[in-house]
């Protein structure tokens, strides 16, 4: 299995950016979705997670109205669109991939793509 995370980049405060992450190896369509972030000297901490069928979908509260997470099952393909960035969102971005219910645990998770780095200057 293998999971390729794409989109990473320099951005100015305020500024936008598109990750998108193409799983190979699994049954994308069965599977809820995730990114997570770590930032330099800290934890791996969630970010926004969407289910198989795009229904539900949770977002830390410090991204919440400023990040959206969707899916196109027929590219195999999860998406996060990062509006209004700020430099704490600096850190790099992981997906991730789980055949169990919508949650935030990075444990619960199977499947990590490497990272793409996300750097926002002030």
């Known amino acids: 299995v293998q999971l390729q995370a794409f989109g990473g980049g320099l951005v100015q405060a305020g500024g936008s950016l598109r990750l998108s992450c193409t799983p190979s190896?699994?049954?994308?369509?069965?599977?809820?979705m995730a990114w997570f972030r770590q930032a330099p000297g800290k934890e791996r901490e969630f970010v926004a997670t969407?289910?198989?069928?795009?229904?539900?979908?949770d977002y830390a509260d410090s991204v919440k109205g400023r990040f959206t997470i969707s899916r196109d099952n027929a590219k195999n393909t999860v998406y996060l669109q990062m509006n209004s960035l700020k430099p704490e969102d600096t850190a790099v971005y992981y997906c991730?991939?789980?055949?169990?219910?919508?949650?935030?645990?990075?444990?619960?998770?199977?499947?990590w793509g490497q990272g793409t780095q996300v750097t926002v200057s002030s």
């Open positions: 190896g699994l049954t994308f369509s069965r599977e809820n």
């Open positions: 991730a991939g789980t055949v169990l219910r919508l949650t935030r645990l990075p444990s619960d998770y199977d499947y």
């Open positions: 969407i289910t198989w069928s795009s229904l539900a979908t």
